[in-house]
């Protein structure tokens, strides 16, 4: 299970945190998952956001590099997603995904992430 938290609403150019906790796996098993986060904005499509895997290398969709920082602590089970400098297009319910070593993909309920003035 992923439970997300960390959304609300920041004005433009603020920062904001986002968390998402894995329950019901051991760290050992928790460390080969690659977690993800997706966005999706209203009317629109869930779109990437940005991928940790295993060694905990990186990867971000090219509207939010430079801005956005993805990171995890495995001995917490646990990924967060910093995001600084965020714009009115950064509105979007984000999401926690994971996809383990067998290829079972497992999805969080969602956190709103408002920019606005």
């Known amino acids: 299970q992923l439970v997300e938290s960390g959304g609300g609403l920041v004005q433009p150019g603020g920062s904001l945190r986002l968390s998402c906790a894995a329950s019901?796996?051991?760290?050992?098993?928790?460390?080969?998952?690659?977690m993800s986060w997706h966005r999706q904005a209203p009317g629109k499509q869930r779109e990437w956001v940005a991928t940790i895997t295993l060694p905990d290398s990186t990867g971000y969709d090219d509207s939010v590099k430079g801005r956005f920082t993805i990171s995890r602590d495995n001995t917490k089970n646990t990924v967060w997603l910093q995001m600084n400098s965020l714009r009115p297009e950064d509105t979007a319910i984000y999401y926690c995904?994971?996809?383990?070593?067998?290829?079972?993909?497992?999805w969080g309920q969602g956190t709103q992430v408002t920019v606005s003035s």
């Open positions: 995904k994971a996809v383990t070593f067998s290829g079972a993909t497992f």
């Open positions: 019901g796996s051991s760290s050992s098993t928790y460390r080969t998952y690659v």
